[in-house]
């Protein structure tokens, strides 16, 4: 027979791990970016499931925090947005209005980017039928060829009035390719391009920097910026040590612990053999936990202070790490070992698998069992 649970912590005994996200250290980065941008109104970019760390949990701290304006990738993230944030939250969609799909920015009140000639009419259209055309943001693409009006297209709309007629600008914005570079010549090439760009376009705010650009120093800042990778914690260049807080824990159990002699193989491929003997242990975190199979090998978890490196290839669900230098009878089956925690960053995690803190986080998996710690308030009801 079924019965409620007693324990409220029991999903975190079911679970391999357990991905603790603090939501303080969310609040304390966008304050911090915010005064670091301190001319600019500093928005917060939460595609991607807040990068993974979970919208409907992190916008509404965000917003606590002061958040007013909000980026997503596409129109249903916006949708998903809209129902955890305040009704005078601006939501602005990266992609723009795919034509089947911006009905549903005007219903749900999102801001469209319009990339290009295409989109603009695309909305216009949208607006016409509704009645009148909602603000939208434009992009121009200052360099990086992924996103935005060309120099043709802003010729075109030059040319015939009639095209941006009737449209709100609401923001112009574009994106730096380099900005985790800061001596990159992109930079600047880029920087004097939007202005020079924008001054043909109806005048509105001004936003370049997403969370690199902001320590690229104010001539980036302009009106708008939009980090996203700095409020969870990731590090904005190599250049300086991360001043942001970091945000995410990762601990995973410890699952059989043995001993291997030389000779002995060690996991799929047998790719690592002891020359000596070795104590090791099987934790319960795996590639499709998103902890890349190529991490292997360079990384280490930790136990306390004690490093414990990894060994072998990294499985679906486990990978195994050499415990010899925790004194004996110290770490038993069960207890958890830190694989993100305060000896190693997501950055270093990236860095092991040969990629950047950006995948690590987006690709954290949803089997862990997830803690959120720090600011519980509720801003509905503004407790
Ligand atoms: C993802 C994204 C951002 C946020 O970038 P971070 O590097 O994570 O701060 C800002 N602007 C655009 C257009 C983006 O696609």
Redesign the pocket.
Same mark, same amino acid.
Do not use: Q, T
């Given at each position: 027979m079924m019965s409620a649970c007693p324990d409220p912590l029991w999903p975190s005994y079911r679970a391999g791990a357990r991905l603790t996200v603090d939501l303080d250290a969310i609040a304390s980065n966008y304050r911090y970016l915010q005064t670091l941008a301190a001319g600019a109104s500093c928005a917060a970019?939460v595609?991607a499931d807040a990068y993974g760390l979970g919208i409907e949990r992190v916008a509404p701290v965000l917003e606590h925090a002061g958040a007013r304006d909000f980026?997503v %990738?596409h129109v249903d993230e916006g949708i998903r947005l809209r129902s955890v944030v305040s009704e005078t939250a601006r939501i602005t969609v990266?992609h723009g209005p795919r034509p089947e799909a911006a009905g549903d920015c005007v219903r749900y009140g999102l801001r469209p980017v319009l990339n290009s000639l295409e989109q603009i009419a695309t909305w216009r259209e949208a607006g016409l039928r509704a009645g009148t055309v909602p603000e939208a943001a434009l992009q121009v693409d200052s360099g990086m060829s992924r996103?935005g009006l060309s120099g043709a297209d802003l010729e075109a709309l030059q040319e015939n009035e009639g095209l941006v007629g009737g449209l709100k600008v609401g923001l112009v914005?574009s994106?730096l390719a380099c900005a985790d570079t800061p001596d990159h010549q992109a930079n600047r090439a880029q920087k004097e391009r939007m202005l020079e760009m924008s001054a043909r376009l109806p005048s509105a705010p001004l936003s370049l920097s %997403?969370?690199?650009g902001i320590f690229l120093g104010p001539d980036y800042h302009l009106d708008v910026v939009?980090?996203?990778?700095?409020l969870y914690g990731l590090a904005p260049n190599r250049t300086a040590p991360n001043p942001l807080s970091p945000v995410v824990r990762l601990q995973a159990h410890v699952l059989q612990i043995r001993e291997i002699l030389p000779g002995d193989g060690v996991g799929y491929g047998l790719t690592y053999r002891p020359e000596r003997v070795r104590r090791i242990a099987t934790v319960a975190v795996g590639y499709a936990d998103g902890f890349s199979r190529h991490g292997a090998g360079q990384g280490c978890a930790w136990f306390e202070e004690i490093c414990l490196p990894i060994l072998g290839r990294v499985s679906m669900d486990s990978l195994i790490v050499d415990i010899s230098d925790v004194p004996e009878g110290k770490l038993g089956p069960d207890m958890m070992v830190d694989l993100i925690g305060p000896r190693r960053s997501v950055d270093d995690v990236a860095d092991a698998a040969g990629t950047i803190g950006?995948e690590v986080l987006t690709s954290l998996g949803h089997r862990f069992y997830r803690e959120y710690v720090g600011n519980q308030k509720n801003p509905s009801t503004g407790d």
């Open positions: 970019v595609k980026f %990738a990266l996103f914005m994106h %997403a969370s690199s939009r980090p996203g990778a700095a950006y």
